[in-house]
């Protein structure tokens, strides 16, 4: 059985409106296939429907998160982003998914100095929970401390081979590039096509980054980062 607060925290996470949860779980369908404008619109409803659905609101700025940084470019999503996770974590201080997602847009948005406290205090909380020691050596990264990154990543893959999934940047940044090339996932997305080509720039294979700048324009031509590939491949 449940304690009162289990049970209590349990309902932030779910739903006690059937509709507001099935929107949730087609939004989570739409982010994965980049769809973050239906997404967050979907999640949008669900938050009004129930108000007090913790988890809605943490991937309501997850898409908004998305949006800004691969495709908008708006400010304004950004600060949407930031208040949505801090309602749901005031709705559910525990959330470990917004207390993740929250410490990423502070990182992309340069406040390593605020996300890596809140990372370390989930790794102090858990030393295996991989997820948070993939955000910490993101974090790292970006704080230009490339050894460490790479410790926390790879600790992070050793507890989790799922995390493969992501893409091990630290390794194209050290100077790391046939290691960097071997890590990345094999999914066929504008993204990781890419830094393939990316990878294969930096090994002065420029035929090859050719034509992944070029496949990765073809997936994605909305994204900041297929057009960043397409400058490149320009140039």
């Given at each position: 059985d449940f304690t009162p607060a289990?049970?209590?925290?349990?309902?932030?996470?779910?739903?006690?409106?059937?509709?507001?949860?099935?929107?949730?779980?087609?939004?989570?369908?739409?982010?994965?296939?980049?769809?973050?404008?239906?997404?967050?619109?979907?999640?949008?409803?669900?938050?009004?429907?129930?108000?007090?659905?913790?988890?809605?609101?943490?991937?309501?700025?997850?898409?908004?998160?998305?949006?800004?940084?691969?495709?908008?470019?708006?400010?304004?999503?950004?600060?949407?982003?930031?208040?949505?996770?801090?309602?749901?974590?005031?709705?559910?201080?525990?959330?470990?998914?917004?207390?993740l997602m929250k410490a990423k847009l502070l990182t992309e948005t340069g406040r390593v100095e605020q996300s890596v406290p809140l990372l370390l205090q989930l790794v102090k909380a858990d030393p295996n929970l991989a997820d948070a020691l993939w955000e910490l050596s993101y974090a790292y990264r970006y704080a230009g401390l490339l050894n460490d990154s790479i410790e926390a990543g790879e600790r992070a893959l050793q507890i989790d081979p799922r995390q493969e999934s992501h893409q091990f940047n630290s390794y194209l940044y050290n100077g790391q590039y046939d290691k960097f090339m071997a890590s990345l996932p094999v999914r066929e997305d504008g993204y990781v096509v890419?830094?393939?080509?990316?990878?294969?720039?930096?090994?002065?294979?420029?035929?090859?980054?050719?034509?992944?700048?070029?496949?990765?324009?073809?997936?994605?031509?909305?994204?900041?980062?297929?057009?960043?590939?397409?400058?490149?491949?320009?140039?």
């Open positions: 289990e049970a209590e925290r349990f309902h932030r996470n779910q739903s006690r409106d059937p509709v507001a949860y099935e929107y949730f779980l087609r939004s989570r369908f739409l982010l994965s296939t980049n769809n973050h404008r239906k997404a967050i619109e979907l999640l949008t409803e669900a938050v009004r429907m129930d108000p007090n659905f913790a988890l809605a609101w943490a991937y309501l700025a997850r898409a908004y998160h998305i949006n800004a940084l691969q495709f908008s470019g708006s400010r304004a999503e950004l600060s949407e982003a930031e208040a949505d996770y801090d309602q749901a974590l005031a709705l559910d201080p525990e959330l470990s998914q917004a207390r890419f830094y393939r080509g990316f990878g294969y720039y930096y090994l002065n294979d420029l035929n090859h980054a050719a034509a992944a700048f070029d496949r990765a324009y073809e997936l994605n031509q909305s994204s900041v980062i297929s057009q960043l590939g397409k400058a490149l491949r320009l140039g």
